[in-house]
């Protein structure tokens, strides 16, 4: 499964919380960006008790503020 973590953080912040959340296993990409959130992250999971485990491991980055999930939906069979 894969999704994409939108990340709010404190001012200043978003460069250390991108490179931060790299670190973490499961996160293929992370990248400071403009826009109403600071960070945006790509991960790959297997459920979602792992997603949670990836979430918990973000919101303890000093300097997150909050997240939001989306995840990405399998391609559309016709």
Not at 10 to 20: I, S
Not at 36 to 53: C, H, Q, R, S, Y
Not at 60 to 73: C, D, L, R
């Amino acid at each position: 499964m894969q999704a994409y973590i939108l990340i709010g953080t404190d001012p200043g912040k978003p460069w250390e919380v991108a490179e931060a959340t790299l670190q973490i296993n499961g996160i293929k990409v992370a990248h400071a960006v403009t826009g109403p959130f600071d960070v945006v992250a790509f991960v790959e999971f297997t459920n979602i008790d792992e997603l949670g485990k990836l979430l918990e491991k973000i919101h303890s980055i000093n300097g997150v503020i909050k997240t939001q999930t989306a995840i990405a939906m399998p391609a559309r069979l016709e």
